[in-house]
């Protein structure tokens, strides 16, 4: 028997396991093109208004450019934020890090554990919340409402499979 067969009593199963990201749409190559595409427009328009003579609109173009450039990089810089879930039969984790890599970390029982959802009937699932022992916990809050169904089913599952125990299957 080698060392890695030994057996690990510590070792559980991960009965689900995600990794939550904001979603966004715009790669490094479309936001290129939308900053390239700003930039000759404001540059167009701001050169016809210097050719009229009202040559302080020109520098407002550009601040206009700097400042849809600094929305982008502020969105782009918030998309670095994430949420990890995982659950075994003794334990739920949700690993939080923010955009500037700030980490909070909350371990619950998965027995004492239940998935409260805010629905509205038009849109959806709004809100999805753990609650144990009086302490809620929000995830999953940049997933939209179908996105939201989905892990919440996903996460239900797992959640009553903890509840089940574990499943031994000797050899």
Same mark, same amino acid.
């Not at 689900?16 to 966004?24: C, E, G, M, N, V």
């Not at 290129?32 to 700003?38: C, P, R």
């Given at each position: 028997m080698t /060392?890695?067969?030994?057996?690990?009593?510590?070792?559980?199963?991960?009965?689900?396991?995600? $990794?939550? &990201?904001?979603? @966004?749409s715009l790669n490094r190559t479309g936001?290129?093109? +939308?900053? /390239?595409? +700003?930039t000759f427009v404001?540059?167009? *328009?701001? $050169? *016809?208004f210097l050719l009229m003579g009202a040559w302080p609109? #020109? *520098? +407002?173009?550009?601040?206009?450019v700097l400042a849809i450039y600094w929305a982008f990089r502020v969105n782009f810089r918030r998309a670095r934020a994430s949420e990890e879930i995982?659950? &075994?039969?003794?334990?739920?984790?949700?690993?939080?890090?923010?955009?500037?890599?700030? +980490?909070?970390?909350?371990? #619950?029982?998965?027995?004492w554990v239940r998935l409260d959802q805010i629905s509205h009937a038009e849109y959806g699932i709004e809100k999805l919340y753990l609650v144990s022992r009086g302490r809620s916990v929000s995830i999953g809050s940049f997933l939209g409402p179908d996105e939201k169904a989905s892990f919440a089913k996903a996460l239900n599952a797992a959640l009553q499979?903890? @509840?089940r125990g574990p499943t031994y299957n000797p050899v």
């Open positions: /060392a890695g067969n030994d057996f690990d009593p510590d070792a559980q199963p991960a009965l689900f396991s995600a $990794l939550l &990201t904001p979603h @966004r936001f290129l093109v +939308v900053m /390239a595409f +700003v404001s540059f167009a *328009a701001g $050169l *016809a609109v #020109l *520098a +407002v173009f550009g601040l206009d995982w659950v &075994t039969p003794s334990e739920l984790r949700v690993r939080r890090i923010s955009h500037r890599g700030h +980490v909070v970390e909350f371990v #619950l029982n998965p027995l499979a903890a @509840r």
